[in-house]
């Protein structure tokens, strides 16, 4: 039976002070405060602006033993230019190098659409991007229906990438409850069940969203499930409104220690 890791997706949010981060906590302390608390963080801020092997460096140094999964840019998953994307691959390659480096690279994350439907183009281009980084620790998240399928698990089994397990809201066309492992590694991200603000609103008010302990349960007996496949299992909250990621990410860690105990002779 593999580990598992448990985190949040981003760290560095101002309204996480009192709920979370001590009061008059300064922002670059939260880092090393959240690393006392976890052993691994899911880096967002990526996506948006290309890191900085520089400031990646610095966050290793200022987090002890804290690993890293990264999102990778929304040029090479959500708005990609044919001609520009493989040189904004190659500098983000070169920005992970610290945590490489430093050993504290759990993985890349390629999160793709709702738009990134099961055609040709997306599929060569997946295809692709996923060549530019052979070698390095991968996951893919599909957020809807298409890539669901046989063929697509195949592929990622004889690439060693992870196919991300996903738990969202149980609307049509998004993905399926799909636990597979196609890695040593394997990877499950909590978004929330909003079924009323998935569509049509703003990140905030879709991931805005705690999970019940009977939901985090289920959530876990998945993980249990999960986890006798894989070395290893990164889990990451999602729903980081108010703190919330924090407070189901504490809770899930003290369920999975219980069945840990009702499960051992």
């Known amino acids: ?11 560095s949010y101002n309204e996480w002070v009192g709920p979370f981060y001590p009061p008059k906590t300064r922002q670059e302390d939260y880092l090393p405060f959240y690393a006392e608390q976890f052993s691994t963080v899911e880096l ?35 708005k990609v230019d044919p001609q520009k994307w493989q040189d904004e691959a190659k500098i983000y390659l070169t920005s992970l190098e610290p945590l490489l480096e430093a050993g504290r690279l759990e993985a890349v994350l390629f999160q793709f659409p709702f738009s990134f439907h099961y055609e040709a183009d997306n599929r060569r281009h997946l295809a692709n ?12 998240e599909f957020r809807n229906t298409d890539w669901s399928n046989n063929r697509v698990i195949d ?6 990438i992870a196919y991300v397990s996903t738990d969202m809201p149980d609307l049509k066309g998004l993905p399926p409850i799909l636990d597979v492992s196609t890695s040593s ?3 499950f991200r909590l978004h929330g069940r909003n ?19 009977k939901e985090l349960e289920g959530a876990a007996e998945r993980i249990k499930r999960i986890v006798v496949k894989a070395n290893k299992i990164l889990v990451y909250f999602n729903n980081h409104a108010r703190a919330q990621a924090v407070k189901n990410a504490i809770t899930l860690k003290k369920l999975l220690a219980q069945l840990n105990e009702h499960s051992s002779p």
């Open 1 to 11: 039976m593999g580990t598992i890791a448990i985190g949040t997706s981003g760290y």
């Open 44 to 78: 967002n801020f990526s996506y948006y602006a290309m890191p900085k092997a520089e400031q990646l460096r610095r966050m290793v140094e200022a987090a002890g033993s804290l690993s890293y999964s990264i999102k990778a840019p929304q040029s090479l998953t959500h």
């Open 129 to 140: 991007v996923l060549n530019e980084f052979a070698g390095i620790p991968s996951a893919v």
């Open 155 to 160: 592929e990622l089994k004889k690439r060693e």
């Open 185 to 187: 590694i394997a990877y």
């Open 195 to 213: 079924t009323q603000t998935w569509w049509g609103s703003d990140s905030r008010s879709r991931y805005d969203y705690l999970y019940s302990d």
